[in-house]
């Protein structure tokens, strides 16, 4: 039986659940340190230099020197960019929080208009109601004016 491996790195995993506020204050501080590291030993290199010490002693210190402090230089870039992606997301929440309020009043101005269609609906309906009703009674009052209109012609005659 072959034992499971994961794919990724538990460090990676680790790394890709940290906070960005979490990784910028780690490669901010480690870049620093790195940096003013490197300068050191890049100093270092040519004081040996500078002292006739042999060529491989002073130039693998220096060359190691100038790795550490562009290593310091990567992650200070690094932590850089956590900042910018911080700040993104920051104003991100920001619109998305105004955009949430937006959408909430709209929702609600649209209920408030709704419910004024509705009643409209209702009145039209309820007039519609009454002209139907209308006629019906003009009806019934011409046929007692009709009625009246006769009654008298036959008073007269009697």
Sequence with gaps: ???KIAKKAPGERLVKRMPLRTKWL???????????FGLSVVTTAGYKKGANEEFYVWFLLGLYGLIITN???VSLGQAVRFRVLMD?????NKQEKELAKQIKK????GEVLRNKEDKKMEKKEDKKEERKSKPQQKKVNDRQAV???ENPATTDEV
């Design 26 to 36: 780690l490669c901010a501080a480690a870049g620093i340190l790195l940096f003013g």
């Design 106 to 109: 709209l929702n609600h101005l």
């Design 1 to 3: 039986m072959r034992p």
């Design 147 to 149: 009625q009246k209109q």
């Design 71 to 73: 290593l310091g230089l």
């Design 88 to 92: 993104i997301n920051k104003k991100m």
